[in-house]
């Protein structure tokens, strides 16, 4: 089944709400799928799911699931963390959440998965972790290289990556433009694709303090549809056709 990494260098971009709504998407599609958090410092998907559960708790919805080791830091934390998706890819699609800066697990999660999301906001900030001005690779792309060269000394597919621009304004901007120039420059350098994007939208945040996700929103009783969880709903959509996931590998 699929294995999915969110990842980036950057903090705060949106990883974590991503791999959030990847998984609730691909679950009301009656698809079994494991979130894996490997952010140990936050454990911030984590903690959503796990408030989740007791928020969701009796009801007839399906619940995110999560493994239930916990990856430390200690020396084995590669071998059970690939243990770990070795044995969710048997169940069901991965997503793999990673925190916002290197960390051990990042590698072998980048070699395990199929494909690469990385959720960026408009900003040249942001963009610094995917390469510079002069096409230099920034510090996520090197990783993302690296992870595609030992893929194919594996002989295993190439590693397909995709950038989500994520807290999108509708305001225009010049900025925004001249981000979105050098993104298509940096893509066909690197070969990644630009998926669609989302907007910046309050609903992220008033969802997931009631342990809810954009898939739950039209469909709970406490929670009143709004025009923006609507709009959200239907990007998130176009990000998940986007991602074009086959069924198996
Ligand atoms: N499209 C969006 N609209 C509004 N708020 C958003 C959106 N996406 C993410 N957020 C908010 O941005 C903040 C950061 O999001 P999130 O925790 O998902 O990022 P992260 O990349 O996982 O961060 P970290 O690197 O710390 O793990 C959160 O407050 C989240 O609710
Ligand atoms: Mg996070």
Same mark, same amino acid.
């Given at each position: 089944?699929?294995?999915?990494?969110?990842?980036?260098?950057?903090?705060?971009?949106?990883?974590?709400?991503?791999?959030?709504?990847?998984?609730?998407?691909?679950?009301?599609?009656?698809?079994?799928?494991?979130?894996?958090?490997?952010?140990?410092?936050?454990?911030?998907?984590?903690?959503?799911?796990?408030?989740?559960?007791?928020?969701?708790?009796?009801?007839?919805?399906?619940?995110?699931?999560?493994?239930?080791?916990?990856?430390?830091?200690?020396?084995?934390?590669?071998?059970?963390?690939?243990?770990?998706?070795?044995?969710?890819?048997?169940?069901?699609?991965?997503?793999?959440?990673?925190?916002?800066?290197?960390?051990?697990?990042?590698?072998?999660?980048?070699?395990?998965?199929?494909?690469?999301?990385?959720?960026?906001?408009?900003?040249?900030?942001?963009?610094?972790?995917?390469?510079?001005?002069?096409?230099?690779?920034?510090?996520?792309?090197?990783?993302?290289?690296?992870?595609?060269?030992?893929?194919? @000394?594996? /002989? +295993?597919?190439? #590693?397909?990556?995709?950038?989500?621009? !994520?807290?999108?304004? %509708? *305001?225009?901007?010049?900025? $925004?433009?001249?981000?979105?120039?050098?993104?298509?420059?940096?893509?066909?350098?690197?070969?990644?694709?630009?998926?669609?994007?989302?907007?910046?939208?309050?609903?992220?945040?008033?969802?997931? @303090?009631? /342990? +809810?996700?954009? #898939?739950?929103?039209?469909?709970?009783? !406490?929670?009143?549809? %709004? *025009?923006?969880?609507?709009? $959200?709903?239907?990007?998130?959509?176009?990000?998940?056709?986007?991602?074009?996931?086959?069924?198996?590998?």
């Amino acid at each position: 089944m699929a294995i999915i990494t969110v990842a980036s260098i950057k903090g705060g971009v949106g990883k974590s709400t991503l791999a959030i709504h990847i998984a609730a998407a691909l679950q009301s599609q009656r698809l079994n799928a494991t979130l894996i958090d490997t952010d140990i410092d936050q454990l911030s998907s984590q903690r959503f799911l796990n408030w989740r559960t007791t928020r969701l708790n009796g009801a007839a919805k399906a619940v995110l699931s999560l493994p239930e080791i916990e990856i430390d830091s200690g020396t084995h934390a590669r071998i059970r963390f690939e243990n770990m998706i070795r044995d969710a890819a048997r169940a069901g699609d991965v997503i793999i959440d990673l925190p916002g800066s290197r960390s051990q697990l990042m590698e072998p999660a980048l070699v395990r998965s199929q494909i690469v999301v990385t959720p960026i906001n408009e900003s040249f900030v942001d963009l610094d972790v995917i390469g510079s001005r002069d096409g230099t690779p920034g510090p996520l792309t090197e990783s993302i290289l690296q992870a595609r060269q030992v893929r194919a @000394d594996q /002989g +295993l597919r190439p #590693l397909r990556w995709t950038i989500i621009r !994520n807290r999108l304004s %509708t *305001l225009y901007s010049r900025n $925004a433009e001249a981000v979105d120039e050098r993104l298509r420059r940096l893509a066909e350098t690197f070969d990644f694709d630009i998926g669609p994007g989302l907007t910046e939208r309050v609903v992220f945040r008033e969802l997931h @303090d009631e /342990g +809810l996700t954009l #898939l739950d929103a039209m469909n709970d009783d !406490n929670v009143r549809p %709004t *025009l923006s969880a609507v709009a $959200a709903r239907s990007e998130l959509r176009a990000v998940m056709e986007n991602l074009a996931l086959p069924s198996r590998f």
